[in-house]
């Protein structure tokens, strides 16, 4: 798996009809899609998902928000794909992200901010196995 990373587009940019414009530019900056999928999370779902962050102040308002409305979930892959993907995003905080990457463009606040890319090979792997079987990656 050290070549993937996972994505999830978060229920703003959905919102805000920002699925085109966000896998264009995932794809054009060389990532190549293995597995995609439209879902909606439980809050059972989103505690999980999170559980790293379920001591943070934010943890309840993160769960309401990620359970709001659907997502898009994909498996990524290009070389370095943890740490590329984690670039073309940018800052947690959209207003501290550089020109030009996926938050900067599209996120509005630092719980609101519109994609998520796995922080390590070993999270990708495991938030690939919680949304993809192995008959879902191509
Ligand atoms: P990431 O790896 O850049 O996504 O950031 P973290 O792992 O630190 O946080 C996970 C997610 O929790 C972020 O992407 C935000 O959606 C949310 N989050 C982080 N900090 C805050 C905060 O201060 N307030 C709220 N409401 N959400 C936050």
């Not at 309401?64 to 984690?86: C, H, Q, W, Y």
Request: charged share 25%.
């Amino acid at each position: 798996m050290s070549n993937t990373t996972l994505m999830m587009i978060k229920p703003d940019a959905l919102e805000n009809g920002h699925i085109g414009n966000i896998l264009e530019k995932v794809t054009s900056a060389g990532f190549r899609i293995k597995a995609l999928k439209l879902t909606q999370l439980t809050v059972n779902d989103a505690e999980s998902f999170y559980r790293v962050h379920k001591e943070r102040p934010f943890f309840g308002e993160l769960v309401n928000f990620m359970t709001r409305g659907p997502i898009v979930a994909a498996i990524l892959e290009k070389e370095n794909a943890v740490s590329d993907f984690r670039t073309l995003i940018g800052s947690t905080n959209p207003a501290e992200a550089a020109e030009g990457t996926l938050r900067k463009l599209y996120a509005s606040s630092m719980g609101e901010n519109a994609v998520h890319g796995s922080d390590s090979d070993e999270n990708a792997a495991i938030e690939a196995s919680f949304y993809f079987s192995q008959r879902e990656r191509f």
